[in-house]
């Protein structure tokens, strides 16, 4: 059998694999389609993903990215963006059980924000530059203020149960445990030392003072003309956090 016949035989054509194609989508769902396999390059590369690459984790040519796109910068863009606006983690929140104690209620809710908040974070590391951070937009307009809204509002029906054992209001409690999160995702100096979900919300709950009396703070120590004394309510009960229970013992 000559190379020519064996090369150009109808058999061995046949047998050859046809080229894939994307399934044939509307504008909007081709949209997200390209959006969403978009994002874990995005927020890795930034601007500097090229439209190839974008293509192929899609599974589309590149051509496909412009009927729906203007450009390959407005496809990251949009990625990077829809990272604000995911709601998913909400009804991870909404499934945190009541029956459990406050402690791994709260470890379990501090979990899912610390992801939702480095997804974020990822977003503004990757677009670092002066004029990226300017076309990526302000943080404040990025997030879904009722997005937010209903993250707290689950987050503080999980402290509800407890209220009467707080020493502020549960929507400072929030705030400072959102704050906490924050600084324990923060790419730069972050709460490494107690950035576990347990660790924070023990600081959370319990601070950094041992169990045992705690003296009157006076006002005098910072002004001599105010004779007020403060009193901060005593803490009572055991340790209810492992790494605080550790930290008594050292």
């Known amino acids: 059998m000559s190379e020519h016949s064996l090369t150009y035989s109808p058999a061995v054509v046949k047998t050859l694999p046809k080229p894939t194609r994307a399934p044939a989508l509307a504008p909007e769902a081709r949209r997200a389609a390209l959006v969403d396999a978009a994002v874990p390059l995005v927020l890795e590369r930034g601007f500097d993903v090229t439209t190839k690459d974008l293509a192929a984790a899609a599974g589309v040519a590149e051509g496909t990215i412009f009927r729906v796109f203007e450009s390959k ?12 606006a995911r709601a998913d983690h909400l009804d991870e929140l909404a499934a945190i059980s009541l029956e459990w104690p406050l402690e791994a209620r709260l470890a379990a809710a501090v979990r899912i924000w610390q992801t939702v908040a480095r997804r974020m974070v990822s977003v503004f590391v990757a677009f670092h530059g002066a004029g990226d951070h300017q076309r990526l937009g302000n943080p404040h307009d990025l997030v879904d203020p009722t997005i ?27 705030r400072i445990m959102g704050s906490l999160v924050l600084a324990s995702v923060h790419p730069v100096d972050a709460l490494s030392p107690a950035s576990t979900p347990e660790d924070l919300v023990d600081l959370l709950l319990h601070g950094v003072l041992a169990d045992g009396p705690m003296p009157h703070v006076s006002a005098t120590h910072a002004s001599s003309t105010d004779e007020t004394h403060l009193t901060v ?16 013992d050292r």
């Open 233 to 248: 309510p005593l803490r009572e009960g055991p340790a209810s956090c492992s790494a605080h229970a550790a930290y008594l």
């Open 73 to 84: 910068d407005d496809l990251v863009l949009a990625a990077a963006r829809s990272v604000f």
């Open 148 to 174: 937010v809204a209903r993250a707290e509002a689950i987050i503080a029906a999980l402290l509800a149960p407890e209220a009467d054992r707080l020493r502020r209001p549960i929507p400072d409690i929030v």
